[in-house]
T-cell receptor, first 113, second 113 residues
Framework: EDQVTQSPEALRLQEGESSSLNCSYT??????LFWYRQDPGKGPEFLFT???AGEEKEKERLKATLTKKESFLHITAPKPEDSATYLC??????????????FGQGTRLTINP | NAGVTQTPKFQVLKTGQSMTLQCAQD?????MYWYRQDPGMGLRLIYY???????DKGEVPNGYNVSRLNKREFSLRLESAAPSQTSVYFC????????????FGSGTQLSVL
């Protein structure tokens, strides 16, 4: 059974204080690892897809990396607008072309000015 | 672009009442999904539709039914609501295929008393 565990559950940082969020996963065959951002009262919004160990992707202050067992979301010099819940999900197979993602419980990130 | 539109945004039901959550997307996506989100549980897949005319169960389908009305619309029905179905419900869509990002609606907050 595919499983995703995110840590920490919550993280509070000062503006400019860099840190990393962790996503540990077990999956039968990884076809994609996803990061989403979710603001309060809204649906998740796509950030990155990673496919294989060693892959990295960047967007503004965010960089996602992938190993065979975990992914990290690095946040460099964060700003208050980076405050959100960050969700990790894995895709192990397609069913008739549809994705069946397994999500972690999320990390709630708060950046204090 | 409207993207994925869900209605209603909020709903309060009494135990045993029925209701239908509506979802429509205007991106010509093939696959559509219904998720529920509960505190500490992450997003869990209820039902999905890989393409128009097909639907299938996800991780937590009990107590729900779905209809893929056409390529644009995918509804979720609660026939006899129970307090355990109190949750935030998200509809999502994608073109289909490995690694394709999901586009989420803004959610329906449902309380069953």
């Amino acid at each position: 059974e595919d499983q995703v565990t995110q840590s920490p559950e919550a993280l509070r940082l000062q503006e400019g204080e860099s840190s990393s969020l962790n996503c540990s996963y077990t999956v039968s065959g990884l076809r994609g690892l996803f990061w989403y951002r979710q603001d309060p009262g809204k649906g998740p919004e796509f950030l990155f897809t990673l496919y294989s160990a060693g892959e990295e992707k960047e967007k503004e202050r965010l960089k996602a990396t992938l190993t065979k067992k975990e992914s990290f979301l690095h946040i460099t010099a964060p700003k208050p607008e980076d405050s959100a819940t960050y969700l990790c999900a894995v895709q192990s197979h397609l069913i008739q072309g549809a994705q069946k993602l397994v999500f972690g419980q999320g990390t709630r990130l708060t950046i204090n000015p | 672009n409207a993207g994925v539109t869900q209605t209603p945004k909020f709903q309060v039901l009494k135990t045993g009442q029925s209701m239908t959550l509506q979802c429509a997307q205007d991106m010509n996506h093939n696959s559509m999904y219904w998720y529920r989100q509960d505190p500490g549980m992450g997003l869990r897949l209820i039902y999905y539709s890989a393409s128009e005319g097909t639907t299938d169960k996800g991780e937590v389908p009990n107590g729900y039914n779905v209809s893929r009305l056409n390529k644009r619309e995918f509804s979720l029905r609660l026939e006899s609501a129970a307090p355990s179905q109190t949750s935030v419900y998200f509809c999502a869509s994608t073109t289909g295929g490995a690694g394709e990002k999901l586009f989420f609606g803004s959610g329906t907050q449902l309380s069953v008393l």
